[in-house]
């Protein structure tokens, strides 16, 4: 589940640069470039993770299915773990936009190999919409989710040498104008000077 982005004061020394890192490393192994919109499914597909919808999972209890039907606006994703397969359970009625991060942040939480909680124990004890890790666990997700999708070399190609605006770019990257602007700020993209 994700936070909010306040909690970037959590992070170990390095760990953004690390992220940054990471996202591009991703892209390298699925084939795209540096600055390409790497999708979360695809990158779900590498890591062989499936993503799947309540009602997709098995011997899900009918009362659950309802609590996540009728709170759907409480809930975005979760990951969990059954044997030896990851699966992220996402609520699809969000924008496609929110869905974007929404996977991206849950995917993080496996790449940082953050203890994963077992599927059957969050279908008998109906946690499904509550599931949260500890504050620096959400903070390193939220930090590295955003990285995923926008990695500050993406950021800077698009923003300064393709010359796109926030929405272009939201467009391209499936992600809200908030999120791209947080993005922009954040990794110091707005700030470099370059020419026009
Ligand atoms: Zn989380």
């Not at 540096?34 to 009602?55: F, G, Q, R, V, Y």
Request: overall charge positive; proline content about 5%; some cysteine.
């Amino acid at each position: 589940m994700s936070t909010s982005r306040s909690n970037s004061s959590l992070l170990k020394r390095g760990f953004k640069a690390d992220a940054e890192r990471k996202s591009l490393h991703f892209r390298e192994l699925l084939g795209l470039k540096k600055h390409d919109p790497m999708p979360a499914t695809e990158l779900a597909k590498h890591l062989n993770i499936k993503i799947i919808t309540p009602s997709e999972i098995p011997g899900i209890p009918d009362d659950l299915l309802e609590l996540l039907h009728k709170g759907r606006d409480l809930w975005s994703a979760a990951i969990f773990s059954r044997a030896e397969k990851k699966y992220i359970i996402h609520n699809p009625l969000h924008s496609p936009a929110r869905q974007e991060s929404n996977l991206m942040h849950e995917l993080a939480h496996a790449i940082c190999e953050h203890q994963l909680m077992e599927l059957e124990t969050a279908l008998t004890s109906c946690v499904i919409p509550l599931r949260k890790y500890d504050i620096v666990q959400e903070a390193e997700a939220e930090c590295l989710g955003a990285c995923l999708q926008l990695p500050q070399k993406a950021l800077f190609h698009y923003y300064h040498i393709l010359k796109k605006n926030n929405s272009e770019i939201s467009n391209i990257f499936t992600a809200s104008s908030e999120m791209v602007r947080y993005r922009l700020s954040i990794t110091g993209v707005l700030r470099i000077k370059y020419p026009k």
